[in-house]
C-alpha cells in the first residue's frame, strides 16, 4: 500500500541517516585542525600577581622583588604586589609560598638561603624545596668577599693562608651567622686552604662588622654589596672576591680563582619560583616577562654590582640543584645542623 512503511525501507532510511553521520564527522575532523585549540590559560594574568619575598622590606632581596613586580605590571599588565614573610631565616616565607595554589598567581623570590642552603642545615624543614616549587628565572647573583681587618698583615689571599698556617686556630672569622652564605664560605675556604679558623657567629651583619673594625675578629666573609662600600672607604680590606670574575664594585680585587684557589665559587642569588604543578604556558610566559625586565638597563643599574644572569627554567632549575649540592657538601664538613 502506498503510503504505509515497510521494513526495507526503514532500514534504507536509517543506513542513509549513518552514512551521512559519518561523512559529516570526516569533514569536521578535516577541518578542525585549521582553528587552534585554546589554551585554559589563554587569558593569563586575569587578576592581581603576588611575590612573597621571605625577608624584611627594605633590603636587597625586597628591592628585587619591588623591580620584578613593577617590571611584570608593564609587561602582563597585571597588577602585582609584593609581600613580606620574614621569619626563620626565609623558611616561613617559602613554606606559605608553597601552600599557594599552582595557578601563576604566587610566586617567591627564591633564595640562596631558603633554596639552597636551609634545606642541607634545618632538621625539620615544613617542605622541600626543591620539591615544592618549579623553576622560572634566575635574577641577580652576588658575590661575597674575603675581608680583613685593617691590622691584618696580610694583603693577598696567600698570605692570609700563610697567617693561619702559621697560627692554626688564632684567627677569628665573623659572620652574620651560623648557616648563612657568609658561614659556609668561610667553611669552604678554610677546607680548600687547607687552614683552621675560627667561626664567630653574630645576630646579623652590623654586629659582626663592627668587631672586625674593632679588631676583636680579623676577617669576614660577608655579601660585596655590604663590604664593597667599606672596602672602598678604606674601613677594612678586601681580598678576594667569591665569584668567577671579579666584581664591578671591586674591579681591582681578584677572584678566589685567580688567587690560588683554583675550584672556589659560591654566591649569594636571587630568583623567581612558583610551587609545583604550576602549568607549563605560564611559566614560559613568566620567565619570557621576568627576562625581558631584568635585561634593561634600568633594573641592571639597580642591581649595584650584581651579576645579572637571565635562564630557562630548565637552566634556573639546574643551577639550585648544583648550588644546593655545593652548599650541602660545606655544611656536611662541619656537621652543621639547625634546629
Known amino acids: 500500500m502506498i503510503g504505509v512503511p515497510t521494513r526495507q525501507n526503514n532500514y534504507t532510511r536509517r543506513y542513509t541517516k549513518m552514512k551521512f553521520q559519518r561523512r559529516m564527522l570526516a569533514a569536521l575532523l578535516t577541518i578542525a585542525p585549521i582553528f587552534p585549540a585554546t589554551s585554559a590559560n589563554a587569558q593569563y594574568p586575569d587578576k592581581p600577581i603576588k611575590i612573597i619575598v621571605p625577608f624584611t622590606a627594605g633590603g636587597f632581596s625586597d628591592n628585587v622583588a619591588r623591580l620584578i613586580a613593577k617590571g611584570l605590571e608593564e609587561r602582563l599588565g597585571a597588577s602585582t604586589v609584593v609581600e613580606n614573610k620574614p621569619g626563620a631565616g626565609g623558611n616561613l616565607g617559602a613554606s606559605l609560598a608553597a601552600r599557594a595554589p599552582a595557578d601563576g598567581y604566587t610566586l617567591f623570590l627564591a633564595n640562596v638561603a631558603s633554596n639552597a642552603i636551609n634545606p642541607n642545615i634545618y632538621k625539620n624543614l615544613e617542605i622541600d624545596p626543591g620539591k615544592a616549587f618549579a623553576p622560572v628565572s634566575l635574577v641577580v647573583k652576588t658575590p661575597n668577599v674575603v675581608a680583613v681587618n685593617n691590622d691584618v698583615a696580610a694583603r693577598s689571599v696567600a698570605e692570609l693562608i700563610d697567617l693561619a ?18 658561614h659556609l664560605t668561610g667553611e669552604m675556604f678554610k677546607a680548600q686552604a687547607g687552614i683552621d679558623l675560627a667561626h664567630i657567629p653574630y645576630k646579623g651583619t652590623p654586629q659582626a662588622l663592627s668587631d672586625l673594625f674593632g679588631g676583636r675578629v680579623q676577617l669576614t666573609f660577608d655579601n660585596v654589596t655590604t663590604l664593597a662600600p667599606q672596602a672602598n672607604a678604606g674601613r677594612l680590606r678586601a681580598l678576594a672576591v ?98
Open 165 to 182: 698556617k702559621t697560627n692554626p686556630g688564632k684567627l677569628n672569622f665573623g659572620t652574620p651567622g651560623s648557616g648563612t652564605s657568609g
Open 242 to 339: 667569591t665569584s668567577s670574575t671579579r666584581s664591578p664594585l671591586l674591579p681591582n680585587v681578584p677572584t678566589l680563582k685567580e688567587s690560588g684557589l683554583a675550584d672556589f665559587e659560591a654566591t649569594s642569588w636571587a630568583g623567581i619560583v612558583v610551587p609545583t604543578g604550576t602549568p607549563s604556558d605560564i611559566v614560559t610566559t613568566l620567565n619570557r616577562a621576568i627576562n625581558a625586565v631584568i635585561e634593561t638597563p634600568a633594573f641592571k643599574a639597580a642591581m649595584n654590582g650584581g651579576e645579572v644572569t637571565p635562564l630557562s627554567p630548565s637552566e634556573f632549575g639546574s643551577f639550585i640543584s648544583d648550588d644546593r649540592k655545593r652548599w650541602g657538601d660545606a655544611a656536611t664538613a662541619i656537621n652543621l645542623k639547625l634546629d
